[in-house]
């Protein structure tokens, strides 16, 4: 007999050699009809693998991340069976799950795939899936797994297999079709019901731009038909908010060829949003007793071989600028962090006068290859509302609560309401990702879950999704549709001021190394503003937006008026311009609606006479005419329920 302990701590007996499944219908029926996957002992199992010794066993559901995870790797099998029937001489490379779905990279030597092919391609994985094939896991030799590709001519597979080690290597079979796949599937194909193909695009194999590149085939399935077509409502939805063409429309940035991929251009609308943004979070700061700094947006390649920075992404950044000096090396800023410490060195530090928190909006470049160069979510270069705190260790607990205070109030004045918070700590098993002392990472690490307890936060831990050099709090935000990003980030780091060999003088007249907290709200003001944009559907706050009013002269003998209302409104801080093109006013009322004007002032003859504006909102309700008064409490009143004073 065994002894398998489930998620609720109860422990009970079996056979050896019993699977999962039987397991789920020791409990009830209702849950074996449900489980999809399991793991045992922290390893992904099939449903139906004997279990052999004691363990802890979690069975999933497709309601759960992992039970989401293998179905759709499983479906990435049903597809490429498919693919493979539909497209003779088509070499499978590999087809992981993915956050929504999954994708599937090819080569295919005799043609190609686009839009017109994926309904033959959904018809045919159907058609397997509608078979209820069981998906069945076998062991096999190098050499057998070697043979195999070999004879299909199928050089990426034997790569792979070349890399694997005797004794490790495992193919999937479900009905025709055999796939090298670690595992991890679910019982059989019929559980899957609906099937799209959403799109394909080249990808190099393995990532690498010198390798050939390959057809890559991403898609989606439900247990529901209606699953998929609630789905599919959503990304049209998304497609609509898709901040790449909300920002075209709305005149916020564009791209340059000529610039360069990835190097946004912020146009005046844009900048003047970003000005806002920057001065909202600088207003905070300060009451949060922040100083503004500001640095190069170069530094000299031994700045990041001391910080670490060098030796984690110096491969994949920018290469150095060489000066016309021999042996001089410079690089594009990548982080500001080492720069911040470099600040704090300038003068000896007082225990009584920490904490230092230096704050920057810092420009920073990274190289990104092209193909994962996304709008303003993936960039070359980036602002980071960045700050660094120097602090002493007895003040770590306050400042980090502090931080989530600030955090917690941007995201609140911006209507980032759904959010949870994520602990990222060490992966245990992979210590050599990380720098610094086991000590210290424990310190920071217990100094985190502290803070998110006291705070109350909902939170959860993940190991593994650290910072090279410190543990942190991220806050998982959900948006409008229900998509998860993170944004705004705190991290504790002992390391950074070992490293550049920072002190201060401590009450006992001996020196210490103060704790450093990294700390940005925002993160990237371009992704953060990208999000902001799909989230809101470029209906930004109302104390955002780059224009609050549109004022439409019914005619040209109306515009005198209205300049004297424009007036009025800018003396009171309202943001506001005339449309005085030789347009009827309802196609000036249609394309202030496309630009999402929150509020359009009609002032005609009345208007001009009782000294008032015909005021509609967005979205066609309308106010009425009233004074430009009783317009101008109504503005303030609305952004000050949303722009609360920190």
Same mark, same amino acid.
């Given at each position: 007999?065994?002894?398998?302990?489930?998620?609720?701590?109860?422990?009970?007996?079996?056979?050896?050699?019993?699977?999962?499944?039987?397991?789920?219908?020791?409990?009830?029926?209702?849950?074996?009809?449900?489980?999809?996957?399991?793991?045992?002992?922290?390893?992904?199992?099939?449903?139906?693998?004997?279990?052999?010794?004691?363990?802890?066993?979690?069975?999933?559901?497709?309601?759960?991340?992992?039970?989401?995870?293998?179905?759709?790797?499983?479906?990435?099998?049903?597809?490429?069976?498919?693919?493979?029937?539909?497209?003779?001489?088509?070499?499978?490379?590999?087809?992981?799950?993915?956050?929504?779905?999954?994708?599937?990279?090819?080569?295919?030597?005799?043609?190609?795939?686009?839009?017109?092919?994926?309904?033959?391609?959904?018809?045919?994985?159907?058609?397997?899936?509608?078979?209820?094939?069981?998906?069945?896991?076998?062991?096999?030799?190098?050499?057998?797994?070697?043979?195999?590709?070999?004879?299909?001519?199928?050089?990426?597979?034997?790569?792979?297999?070349?890399?694997?080690?005797?004794?490790?290597?495992?193919?999937?079979?479900?009905?025709?079709?055999?796939?090298?796949?670690?595992?991890?599937?679910?019982?059989?194909?019929?559980?899957?019901?609906?099937?799209?193909?959403?799109?394909?695009?080249?990808?190099?194999?393995?990532?690498?731009?010198?390798?050939?590149?390959?057809?890559?085939?991403?898609?989606?399935?439900?247990?529901?038909?209606?699953?998929?077509?609630?789905?599919?409502?959503?990304?049209?939805?998304?497609?609509?908010?898709?901040?790449?063409?909300?920002?075209?429309?709305?005149?916020?940035?564009?791209?340059?060829?000529?610039?360069?991929?990835?190097?946004?251009?912020?146009?005046?609308?844009?900048?003047?949003?970003?000005?806002?943004?920057?001065?909202?979070?600088?207003?905070?700061?300060?009451?949060?007793?922040?100083?503004?700094?500001?640095?190069?947006?170069?530094?000299?390649?031994?700045?990041?071989?001391?910080?670490?920075?060098?030796?984690?992404?110096?491969?994949?950044?920018?290469?150095?600028?060489?000066?016309?000096?021999?042996?001089?090396?410079?690089?594009?800023?990548?982080?500001?962090?080492?720069?911040?410490?470099?600040?704090?060195?300038?003068?000896?530090?007082?225990?009584?006068?920490?904490?230092?928190?230096?704050?920057?909006?810092?420009?920073?470049?990274?190289?990104?290859?092209?193909?994962?160069?996304?709008?303003?979510?993936?960039?070359?270069?980036?602002?980071?509302?960045?700050?660094?705190?120097?602090?002493?260790?007895?003040?770590?607990?306050?400042?980090?609560?502090?931080?989530?205070?600030?955090?917690?109030?941007?995201?609140?004045?911006?209507?980032?309401?759904?959010?949870?918070?994520? &602990? /990222?700590?060490?992966?245990?098993?992979?210590? %050599? #990702?990380?720098?610094? $002392?086991? =000590? @210290?990472? *424990?310190?920071?690490?217990?100094?985190?879950?502290?803070?998110?307890?006291?705070?109350?936060?909902?939170?959860?831990?993940?190991?593994?999704?650290?910072?090279?050099?410190?543990?942190?709090?991220?806050?998982?935000?959900?948006?409008?549709?229900?998509?998860?990003?993170?944004?705004?980030?705190?991290?504790?780091?002992?390391?950074?001021?070992?490293?550049?060999?920072?002190?201060?003088?401590?009450?006992?007249?001996?020196?210490?190394?103060?704790?450093?907290?990294?700390?940005?709200?925002?993160?990237?003001?371009?992704?953060?503003?990208?999000?902001?944009?799909?989230?809101?559907?470029?209906?930004?706050?109302?104390?955002?937006?780059?224009?609050?009013?549109?004022?439409?002269? &019914? /005619?040209?003998?109306?515009?005198?008026?209205? %300049? #004297?209302?424009?007036? $009025?409104? =800018? @003396?009171? *801080?309202?943001?506001?311009?005339?449309?005085?093109?030789?347009?009827?006013?309802?196609?000036?009322?249609?394309?202030?609606?496309?630009?999402?004007?929150?509020?359009?002032?009609?002032?005609?003859?009345?208007?001009?006479?009782?000294?008032?504006?015909?005021?509609?909102?967005?979205?066609?309700?309308?106010?009425?005419?009233?004074?430009?008064?009783?317009?101008?409490?109504?503005?303030?009143?609305?952004?000050?329920?949303?722009?609360?004073?920190?």
């Amino acid at each position: 007999m065994i002894k398998i302990t489930l998620p609720d701590g109860s422990v009970k007996e079996f056979e050896k050699g019993t699977s999962p499944i039987v397991v789920a219908k020791s409990i009830s029926e209702g849950l074996a009809r449900n489980v999809i996957s399991a793991k045992f002992n922290e390893t992904t199992v099939e449903t139906t693998t004997p279990l052999e010794t004691d363990g802890s066993l979690v069975l999933y559901t497709w309601n759960d991340k992992e039970g989401k995870t293998a179905f759709w790797h499983s479906t990435s099998h049903i597809v490429a069976q498919a693919i493979e029937e539909l497209y003779p001489g088509v070499k499978l490379t590999i087809g992981p799950a993915i956050e929504n779905g999954f994708y599937y990279d090819v080569d295919l030597p005799n043609g190609s795939i686009s839009e017109k092919d994926f309904p033959t391609i959904e018809k045919k994985a159907i058609e397997i899936a509608r078979g209820k094939h069981d998906y069945k896991m076998r062991a096999v030799s190098k050499a057998e797994a070697l043979e195999f590709y070999k004879n299909q001519g199928n050089e990426y597979k034997v790569e792979l297999i070349e890399n694997l080690e005797d004794g490790t290597i495992t193919f999937c079979d479900h009905d025709t079709f055999t796939d090298l796949c670690r595992g991890g599937h679910i019982p059989n194909t019929g559980i899957v019901k609906a099937i799209k193909v959403l799109s394909v695009a080249g990808a190099y194999w393995r990532g690498n731009e010198n390798n050939p590149q390959l057809t890559r085939i991403y898609g989606i399935s439900f247990p529901k038909q209606k699953e998929l077509t609630e789905y599919l409502a959503l990304l049209e939805e998304a497609k609509k908010r898709d901040h790449r063409k909300l920002g075209k429309e709305l005149e916020l940035f564009t791209f340059s060829q000529r610039v360069g991929q990835g190097l946004p251009l912020w146009l005046p609308k844009g900048a003047a949003l970003r000005e806002r943004l920057e001065d909202f979070l600088k207003k905070a700061q300060k009451k949060a007793g922040y100083e503004m700094v500001v640095t190069p947006h170069i530094g000299q390649k031994e700045l990041y071989v001391t910080s670490g920075h060098y030796e984690k992404y110096g491969e994949d950044s920018f290469q150095p600028i060489h000066t016309p000096k021999e042996g001089e090396e410079f690089l594009l800023k990548p982080m500001n962090c080492p720069h911040h410490c470099e600040i704090y060195n300038t003068k000896p530090y007082s225990y009584k006068e920490l904490p230092k928190r230096f704050a920057e909006f810092g420009t920073v470049y990274r190289y990104e290859q092209s193909g994962e160069l996304h709008g303003l979510t993936r960039v070359r270069g980036f602002t980071q509302d960045d700050a660094h705190i120097f602090c002493t260790p007895d003040q770590l607990d306050e400042e980090f609560k502090n931080v989530i205070d600030l955090s917690l109030y941007v995201l609140g004045s911006l209507g980032f309401d759904n959010f949870t918070a994520q &602990v /990222s700590v060490r992966d245990l098993e992979t210590p %050599e #990702k990380y720098i610094g $002392s086991v =000590e @210290n990472w *424990e310190k920071a690490e217990q100094a985190i879950i502290n803070a998110a307890k006291e705070k109350g936060l909902d939170f959860v831990v993940e190991a593994g999704e650290a910072a090279f050099y410190g543990p942190k709090l991220d806050f998982m935000v959900k948006d409008a549709l229900g998509r998860q990003w993170q944004l705004g980030t705190i991290q504790v780091d002992y390391n950074l001021p070992e490293r550049f060999d920072l002190n201060y003088k401590g009450s006992d007249n001996e020196l210490h190394r103060p704790v450093m907290i990294h700390r940005a709200p925002f993160g990237s003001m371009e992704r953060f503003i990208a999000l902001l944009l799909e989230h809101t559907g470029g209906n930004f706050p109302l104390w955002l937006t780059p224009e609050q009013a549109i004022i439409l002269p &019914v /005619s040209e003998k109306h515009e005198k008026y209205a %300049e #004297k209302v424009l007036k $009025s409104l =800018e @003396n009171n *801080e309202i943001r506001a311009l005339i449309d005085s093109r030789n347009e009827t006013v309802g196609k000036k009322i249609r394309e202030a609606e496309m630009t999402k004007v929150p509020f359009m002032l009609i002032v005609g003859e009345n208007d001009e006479a009782d000294n008032t504006i015909s005021v509609r909102k967005h979205g066609g309700e309308d106010l009425g005419a009233i004074s430009i008064a009783t317009f101008t409490d109504l503005v303030n009143k609305e952004i000050n329920s949303t722009l609360k004073t920190f």
